[in-house]
């Protein structure tokens, strides 16, 4: 069967600092890949996501960015945290058949003080 | 373009009796949709999911949902509710021709007392 990883599950960085955030999925081929933040009491937003090996899409302009060196695996990375980028990062996947169902990790919890 | 509407911010149940969280979406074409439910900092796990198939679709842990085309509703229910109900559920739709893009609603939070 299929899972998905995700960590850190919580973290804790002083604005200005870098950031990786790693997620990799098992049990499946060239999935479809995905990077959300929930802000607080909101829902989600997709950040980007990817169909294949290098390939980015973004869908909000921002301090972020996202690449996928390998086929399981998408990170999410910043050169300088902002205050507005705390918040819950979900990383997703979907594949085979429906690539319009989406299997969610269980997300990194990011303060940015 | 596709979007989804949650009628409410938060319900509020007794334990065993019916929950219903209501959805409404916009789509040009023939949607998909489906509800997640969310507990507390963890991911979402997907409760069930409608795709031009039965318009009556039963999911995970006694919930159910109904595709009304005519009232662009796709609420949820369930005939009685369990304490470990409580969570933040979420509709969610998708639509031609980006169907891999999926279009979340704002949530709406279950709270369920003894």
């Known amino acids: 069967s299929q899972t998905i990883h995700q960590w850190p599950a919580t973290l804790v960085q002083p604005v200005g600092s870098p950031l990786s955030l790693e997620c990799t999925v098992e049990?499946?081929?060239?999935?479809?890949l995905y990077w959300y933040r929930q802000a607080a009491g909101r829902g989600l937003q997709l950040l980007f996501y990817?169909?294949?090996?290098?390939?980015i899409s973004s869908e909000v302009p921002q301090n972020l960015s996202a690449s996928r060196p390998q086929d399981r695996q998408f990170i999410l990375s910043s050169k300088k945290l902002l205050l507005s980028d705390s918040g819950f990062y979900l990383c997703?996947?979907?594949?085979?058949?429906?690539?319009?169902?989406?299997?969610f990790g269980a997300g990194t919890r990011l303060s940015v003080l | 373009a596709q979007s989804v509407t949650q009628l409410d911010s938060h319900v509020s149940v007794s334990e065993g009796t019916p929950v219903l969280l209501r959805c409404n979406y916009s789509?040009?074409?023939?949607?998909?949709l489906f509800w997640y439910v969310q507990h507390p900092n963890k991911g979402l796990q997907l409760l069930l999911k409608y795709t031009s198939a039965a318009t009556l679709v039963k999911g995970i842990n006694g919930f159910e949902a109904e595709f009304k085309k005519s009232e662009t509703s796709f609420h949820l229910t369930k005939p009685s509710a369990h304490m470990s109900d409580a969570a933040e559920y979420f509709c969610v739709v998708s639509d031609w021709p980006d169907f891999q893009k999926l279009v979340f609603g704002t949530g709406t939070r279950l709270l369920v007392s003894p």
């Open positions: 049990g499946t081929s060239n999935p479809n």
């Open positions: 997703a996947w979907s594949g085979g058949g429906e690539r319009n169902i989406q299997y």
């Open positions: 789509s040009s074409y023939s949607p998909s």
């Open positions: 990817s169909v294949g090996i290098g390939q």
